[in-house]
């Protein structure tokens, strides 16, 4: 005689479920551990994290160090999209394909922190000439991101330098 419920069937099957994922977890985070050089730190000072944790955490540091399979920002976009030059779309759809791209990036972990002001063709040409060939991690761990913000430093060969507030300040014109 079959004991064994449909319902209780069902909670085994789950269970079977989380036990293969923590031993997934564990298995990566061995090899994790193993790829950043920290087995012997994770040992004594993660000892007591549980699996998802200590994944979450390991993710991290490998993102912070960029350890890990790359690959370039193009890739987050439909492979039959193309980036016509600027100078060939309507006003309107040059702020419609950029609110697209931000949006894009945004969903990827990928914030695009430009000047405020600046127009959307100039937004455009940096995306697409800058950034698309760009390698960023494969994976970007929950709460992390990226920034980019297209500031070098040297002012006064700035693409942004007519719309920056920071240039402003830091190299008033003479």
């Not at 609110?99 to 405020?116: A, H, R, V």
């Not at 040409?125 to 960023?136: A, G, P």
């Not at 970007?140 to 991101?145: C, L, N, V």
Request: glycine letters at 4%.
């Amino acid at each position: 005689m079959n004991l064994m419920t449909k319902a209780s069937h069902e909670e085994v099957s789950d269970l079977n479920t989380i036990q293969d994922q923590t031993v997934f977890l564990e298995i990566e985070n061995e090899l994790l551990k193993e790829r950043l050089g920290l087995s012997d730190f994770c040992s004594y000072f993660a000892g007591d994290m549980d699996p998802p944790a200590l994944n979450h955490f390991l993710r991290h540091i490998s993102f912070m160090e960029n350890i890990g399979p790359e690959k370039p920002i193009r890739s987050l976009f439909p492979p039959n999209i193309t980036f016509p030059p600027a100078e060939e779309m309507t006003e309107t759809d040059l702020a419609s394909i950029v609110e697209f791209l931000e949006d894009t990036l945004m969903d990827n972990g990928i914030l695009l922190e430009l000047s405020p002001t600046l127009p959307a063709n100039i937004k455009y040409k940096y995306i697409v000439e800058e950034m698309l060939s760009d390698l960023i991690p494969d994976n970007i761990p929950d709460g992390a991101a990226l920034h980019y913000n297209g500031c070098g430093g040297w002012c006064p060969e700035c693409f942004q330098k007519d719309y920056c507030e920071m240039k402003k300040e830091l190299w008033p014109d003479p």
